[in-house]
């Protein structure tokens, strides 16, 4: 992948909002190429003011993904930012609703590296998804959100072998808890609560640095991961008392 002295030409799915939306136009400030991909119309013309290219693209329908990136010339950087929370509360399992969720979060990612991996090959660019903290230890009514993103983890970790011979880069971003849309519905304790800027510097200051796995913060996925390594009683409690209804 060309360096960051050099214009990259970057591809943001879910840049219309929360996360992706920062990247972008911290990128735009940078002076890089930016493919912003998104669905809100709004976002999209802000972005294109301020020298994003918006490609207007529903991630779950394949073919129409395909053919928007065959029609790019070069892909340096792919940041895979597009997804979906629902909750599900007990002792009602929503079928429909989890499966919504995984198939958001599942396809657009999916539909999206088949899209750009071709391009990525030929600059010899990087991969990067957005997991979460969340796939580190099991959470009460994360039910449908937390499996998707353990799937993501998976997903992008295997990529990490699969893809190096052929000289592309994946990086995994494990976030914590983020203030953007969708974190505005959650209505439980959300600690060091990050702001979408603080999220923008540590994802580019990860792909700069080139590591395969971006968490932040630490104060939060390092203690969750410590969790996820002792007995299920530990990461249970903490779980009951995060989700402890009021």
Not at 23 to 49: C, F, P, T
Not at 93 to 112: I, R
Not at 118 to 132: C, D, E, Q
Not at 144 to 156: D, E, F
Request: charged share 20%.
């Amino acid at each position: 992948m060309a360096t960051t002295t050099e214009r990259l030409h970057i591809v943001i799915t879910g840049a219309t909002s929360g996360i992706g939306m920062q990247l972008a136009k911290d990128y735009l400030a940078k002076d890089q190429h930016v493919y912003a991909v998104g669905r809100d119309d709004e976002a999209l013309a802000e972005l294109k003011s301020l020298g994003a290219t918006p490609i207007d693209l529903d991630l779950m329908d394949r073919e129409a993904v395909i053919a928007a990136f065959e029609k790019l010339d070069t892909i340096d950087l792919a940041i895979c930012c597009a997804g979906a929370c629902e909750y599900l509360d007990m002792p009602n399992f929503d079928s429909e609703s989890f499966m919504k969720v995984m198939s958001v979060n599942m396809g657009t990612l999916s539909h999206a590296i088949e899209g750009v991996l071709p391009k990525l090959i030929a600059s010899k660019g990087r991969l990067v998804g957005l997991g979460s903290a969340s796939a580190y230890v099991p959470f009460a009514r994360a039910e449908a959100y937390g499996s998707s993103k353990a799937a993501i983890h998976y997903l992008m970790k295997t990529l990490q072998i699969s893809l190096a011979p052929f000289d592309v880069a994946v990086s995994l971003v494990v976030p914590g808890f983020v203030d953007t849309p969708m974190t505005e519905q959650n209505d439980f304790p959300m600690p060091f609560l990050q702001t979408p800027q603080q999220a923008s510097q540590a994802i580019r200051d990860g792909i700069e640095a080139e590591h395969e796995v971006i968490e932040f913060p630490r104060k939060l996925t390092l203690p969750l991961k410590t969790l996820g390594t002792l007995p299920d009683m530990a990461w249970q409690q903490v779980s009951k008392q995060l989700y402890k209804k009021s």
